[in-house]
């Protein structure tokens, strides 16, 4: 198994929540799963993710098992905010990037497009307003 950790953010209530988005490959029968209470808008991700990957050059890992751990799973996530740090989280753990930066003062947010660009979130602002209040050093 490989794994990828990153951080993300979700607005249930204020001032909002971090929220580890953990990817793991696995070998075995092909599937991509998100877990941790995920709204509709998170479920199709997996569309935009594997769409986005292909179209700025990257290889999916086709015949994985790809399970995306959204957590605390206690805690309603929504919108498309997930979509950048599952893709990151992705190509990390299939090691189609790899990097010897630290990102657990990272937060990651973004919408992406089929065509890997990425589109912004609603809730910019609050987002790094909290981020800035719990001590992240950055947020893209």
Do not use: Y
């Amino acid at each position: 198994m490989k794994l990828a950790r990153l951080k993300s953010f979700t607005l249930s209530g204020f001032p909002g929540e971090v929220v580890e988005v953990e990817v793991a490959l696995h070998r075995g029968k092909p599937r991509f799963i998100i877990v941790g209470l995920p709204d509709a808008a998170v479920q199709e991700a997996k569309e935009r993710v594997r769409s986005a990957i292909c179209s700025a050059g990257f290889s999916f890992p086709g015949g994985m098992q790809i399970s995306v751990n959204l957590a605390p799973a206690s805690l309603r996530k929504q919108g498309t905010v997930f979509d950048l740090p599952i893709a990151l989280g992705i190509l990390l753990a299939s090691e189609e990037l790899s990097t010897k930066l630290d990102f657990s003062q990272t937060i990651w947010c973004g919408e992406l497009g089929f065509d890997g660009r990425c589109r912004p979130v609603n809730g910019v602002l609050p987002i790094t307003a909290s981020a800035q209040k719990q001590q992240f050093q950055q947020i893209f």
